[in-house]
């Protein structure tokens, strides 16, 4: 009857380590993929960081990063920890576990707030920031990211192109006659801001402001997504190691 015992548990514990090895294989590659999701967001998604007041949408970024790289050196960590069965090991591992489910926890969080607080933010300063940051001095990035932004959505002003009547640049006289920036432009050539007719440049409704918002927002949820979604896979891996924790018998010196 003893024998019969030990064997059912000596079953039971090579299940959990090949569930548990299987579970950090899946694991580990899902930590590329937030890491690849922080990474897309900094890299290919910032050019309109500049406009926004708040830090909160790069803080998500680089949280997924974080969290990317550290899940997928618990990866490895806890295939060593389950076929080296060592107790030491999967204490760390847990800890660890616990520490990436925290930051993406955080991630998410902080996504969802930022989504709610989108909307009121652009209203309070976009425009400010066009009309006063646009061709001034130390924030080429602002101008940049104004044109691309104008280009790519195909939109004029925050609101709309009378925005631009406050703009510092236009009013400077720096801006050579124009009454919005050549990015406003259906065709783009240089001086072709002078002329504000319907026919030369995009007169959008809602401006350039509700494209934005839209854009931000799409990239919140997904960044959202994957923090809570990974998030929730980590629970069962917490479950997994505890188990298997149970299971094994203390360690020999």
């Known amino acids: ?13 090579v299940c959990l380590k090949y569930l548990l090895f299987t579970y950090n294989c899946c694991f580990w590659l899902a930590g590329l993929a937030v890491m690849a999701v922080g990474i897309w967001t900094l890299a290919l998604k910032s050019d309109y960081i500049s406009l926004l007041a708040s830090g909160t949408y790069l803080a998500t970024a680089y949280i997924l990063v974080v969290a990317g790289v550290v899940v997928m050196v618990t990866g490895v960590l806890g295939c060593c920890a389950t076929f ?40 309070e300063n976009l425009k400010d920031t066009m009309t006063k940051r646009y061709h001034q001095p130390g924030h080429e990035g602002v101008t940049s990211a104004v ?17 631009w009547r406050d703009s510092e640049w236009i009013r400077s006289g720096e801006a ?41 927002q799409e990239h919140l949820r997904v960044i959202g997504a994957v923090g809570i979604g990974v998030a929730c896979v980590q629970v069962f891996g917490m479950i997994f190691t505890c188990c298997l924790y149970r299971s094994l018998k203390l360690e020999h010196y």
Request: hydrophobic share 35%.
């Open 1 to 13: 009857m003893g024998e019969f015992s030990e064997k059912k548990e000596t079953c039971g514990t």
């Open 84 to 123: 080296k069965e060592r107790r030491n090991l999967l204490r760390l591992y847990f800890m660890l576990l616990l520490l990436i489910f925290l930051l993406e926890v955080i991630a998410g969080v902080l996504a969802y707030v930022y989504y709610q607080q989108l909307n009121t933010e652009l209203k």
């Open 147 to 163: 044109d691309k932004l104008q280009q790519e959505f195909h939109c004029c002003g925050s609101n709309n192109s009378q925005d």
């Open 176 to 216: 050579g006659g124009r009454v919005v920036p050549d990015s406003c432009c259906k065709t783009v050539v240089a001086g072709c801001g002078q002329r504000d007719h319907a026919s030369n440049i995009y007169k959008v409704e809602g401006g350039c402001i509700t494209k934005l918002e839209t854009f931000v």
